[in-house]
């Protein structure tokens, strides 16, 4: 099988070649008589391989294309879609988004964002790191980083299988302001999942890395050697004793903290009113020292980009100052619902990182003395609407400031307005897997629910 990329890298003719296709599609739509239109193409291609226990399992080889467009006749609003960049089916998808339009009703808060917020400044954040991986060099890295994790120790049983994935992407967004933004990325990872000990005593956990480019892979070796370490931390779990407790959550566990905030001050959710943090712009909402801010432009960055997807232009800026949610998370639409302005946010927000009080988790749980060290969460128990959080969990007991056993079947359960503000540190131990960038996160006082 041929390489993921090539040796001559023609990302760039893509790009050009989908900017022209847009731009006759936009063309379309305005003589179909749409007053404005907007469009995004994409080309995809990705290797996946999965091996179990010394044997290849899947080798997938993916390519993708697809056009997202919309038409608006005043407020009145078309889409529709497809995967086909030839000529007629861009053609009839112009006509079934303009027909649509006619009959839909008007939407005072329709249209394309403001074009005085148009990106200017199309710079690319360095996301472009094509790996010539084919299928063999792929297994081979899946088959080491397995090898490696089961000969770790004995008491490793079995194997769940280990992947290597690598993909790349080059995309477009253009609309009738006259706006146009051509992006291309990469992706890359290797994970395993072990299983050790035996018969109901059995655990299992996993490992993985991930990059925008291979040379910053953690090594297949490593890879497989942290996978065994979890998973044998994890055997013989002892139960502890329903009580309210500090909960100190590990880097990949606190991520889920900060994405049941972004959940909360997300557009879509404030206009709906199914937020508890509506009308809370302004206000305190997590400890006076706490800070949040969006970082767009960051090199290399999981989610770093010049424009947002209606083409609105990011900027570094400040979610949370001092504990005080600064700003929501907006695009035009849920912006025009509120009576606001957009934040550049259509799609997402870009590389958000939380700044830090503490050391890391060692030192964290060392000053919690006593209590719960999450590292696995379990369910959707996270109601933004009300607040309410309930979930499973598993991870490990914290006695005199050491983890002296781990502990599984938990549940753990508070109200997201007050843990946010029972917040006592936030680690500098970053997992930068994600474009949420944040440490351990210890959470003053949580209801644990094990044996009565």
Same mark, same amino acid.
């Given at each position: 099988?041929?390489?993921?990329?090539?040796?001559?890298?023609?990302? %760039?003719?893509?790009?050009?070649?989908? *900017?022209?296709?847009?731009?006759?599609?936009?063309?379309?739509?305005?003589?179909?008589?749409?007053?404005?239109? +907007?469009?995004? &193409?994409? !080309?995809?291609?990705?290797?996946?391989?999965?091996?179990?226990?010394?044997?290849?399992?899947?080798?997938?080889?993916?390519?993708?294309?697809?056009?997202?467009?919309?038409?608006?006749?005043?407020?009145?609003?078309?889409? @529709?879609?497809?995967?086909?960049?030839?000529?007629?089916?861009? =053609?009839?998808?112009? !006509?079934?988004?303009?027909?649509?339009?006619?009959?839909? +009703?008007?939407?005072?808060?329709?249209?394309?964002?403001? @074009?005085?917020?148009? /990106?200017?400044?199309?710079?690319?954040?360095?996301?472009?790191?094509?790996?010539?991986?084919?299928?063999?060099?792929?297994?081979?890295?899946?088959?080491?980083? !397995?090898?490696?994790?089961?000969?770790?120790?004995?008491?490793?049983?079995?194997?769940?299988?280990?992947?290597?994935?690598?993909?790349?992407?080059?995309?477009?967004?253009?609309?009738?302001?006259?706006?146009?933004?051509?992006?291309?990325?990469?992706?890359?990872?290797?994970?395993?999942? $072990?299983?050790?000990?035996?018969?109901?005593?059995?655990?299992?956990?996993?490992?993985?890395?991930?990059?925008?480019?291979?040379?910053?892979?953690?090594?297949?070796?490593?890879?497989?050697?942290? /996978?065994?370490?979890?998973?044998?931390?994890?055997?013989?779990? #002892?139960?502890?004793?329903?009580?309210?407790?500090?909960?100190?959550? @590990?880097?990949?566990?606190?991520?889920?903290?900060?994405?049941?905030? %972004?959940?909360?001050?997300?557009?879509?959710?404030?206009?709906? =009113?199914?937020?508890? %943090? $509506?009308?809370?712009?302004?206000?305190?909402?997590?400890?006076?020292?706490?800070?949040?801010?969006? #970082?767009?432009?960051?090199?290399?960055?999981?989610?770093?980009?010049?424009?947002?997807?209606?083409?609105? /232009?990011?900027?570094?800026?400040?979610?949370?100052?001092?504990?005080?949610?600064?700003?929501?998370?907006?695009?035009?639409?849920?912006?025009?619902? %509120?009576?606001?302005?957009?934040?550049?946010?259509?799609?997402?927000?870009?590389?958000?990182?939380?700044?830090?009080? @503490?050391?890391?988790?060692?030192?964290?749980?060392? /000053?919690?003395?006593?209590?719960? $060290?999450?590292? !696995?969460? &379990?369910?959707?128990?996270?109601?933004?609407?009300?607040?309410?959080? *309930?979930?499973?969990?598993?991870?490990?007991?914290?006695?005199?400031?050491? $983890?002296?056993?781990?502990?599984?079947?938990?549940?753990?359960?508070?109200?997201?307005?007050?843990?946010?503000?029972?917040?006592?540190?936030?680690?500098?131990?970053?997992?930068?897997?994600?474009?949420?960038?944040?440490?351990?996160?210890?959470?003053?006082? &949580?209801?644990?629910?094990?044996?009565?």
């Amino acid at each position: 099988m041929q390489p993921l990329t090539a040796a001559s890298d023609d990302s %760039l003719a893509r790009m050009d070649r989908l *900017s022209g296709l847009a731009r006759e599609v936009l063309d379309q739509c305005a003589r179909l008589g749409a007053s404005q239109a +907007e469009v995004t &193409m994409n !080309e995809d291609a990705g290797l996946s391989v999965n091996v179990r226990m010394g044997e290849v399992e899947t080798v997938e080889r993916t390519r993708d294309r697809g056009v997202g467009l919309t038409v608006y006749f005043g407020q009145r609003k078309g889409s @529709a879609s497809t995967a086909d960049l030839q000529p007629d089916s861009l =053609r009839a998808s112009v !006509e079934q988004a303009c027909a649509i339009a006619r009959h839909t +009703e008007a939407d005072p808060a329709a249209g394309l964002a403001d @074009a005085d917020r148009m /990106a200017t400044d199309l710079r690319e954040f360095d996301g472009w790191h094509p790996w010539p991986l084919d299928a063999d060099r792929a297994i081979a890295l899946a088959l080491e980083a !397995e090898a490696a994790g089961r000969a770790a120790d004995a008491r490793i049983s079995n194997s769940d299988g280990a992947g290597a994935y690598s993909s790349e992407s080059v995309s477009v967004y253009a609309n009738s302001h006259g706006f146009l933004g051509a992006e291309r990325g990469t992706s890359h990872s290797l994970s395993v999942s $072990l299983i050790a000990g035996s018969g109901d005593r059995m655990q299992r956990d996993y490992w993985y890395t991930s990059a925008l480019s291979p040379d910053d892979l953690e090594a297949p070796v490593q890879v497989g050697r942290r /996978a065994a370490e979890r998973t044998l931390r994890r055997l013989d779990p #002892r139960p502890i004793r329903t009580g309210e407790y500090p909960v100190l959550f @590990a880097p990949e566990m606190a991520r889920s903290l900060i994405g049941h905030l %972004l959940g909360a001050v997300s557009g879509g959710a404030l206009y709906r =009113r199914a937020s508890f %943090l $509506l009308d809370h712009a302004g206000k305190q909402i997590l400890p006076p020292w706490f800070a949040i801010s969006e #970082r767009p432009h960051k090199p290399r960055g999981i989610r770093s980009s010049a424009f947002d997807a209606e083409g609105v /232009a990011t900027v570094d800026s400040d979610l949370v100052r001092d504990g005080i949610l600064q700003r929501y998370v907006l695009g035009s639409y849920s912006a025009r619902k %509120l009576g606001l302005k957009s934040t550049g946010n259509a799609g997402g927000v870009n590389n958000l990182e939380v700044a830090a009080n @503490a050391s890391g988790l060692e030192d964290m749980a060392r /000053a919690m003395g006593r209590g719960l $060290l999450v590292t !696995e969460l &379990m369910g959707q128990g996270a109601n933004t609407v009300t607040g309410d959080y *309930s979930r499973g969990a598993a991870g490990f007991w914290v006695e005199g400031g050491e $983890l002296v056993h781990p502990v599984d079947e938990l549940t753990i359960a508070g109200r997201l307005p007050e843990m946010f503000l029972a917040i006592e540190a936030v680690g500098a131990d970053v997992d930068r897997r994600s474009h949420v960038s944040v440490g351990s996160i210890l959470v003053g006082r &949580m209801m644990v629910a094990g044996e009565a």
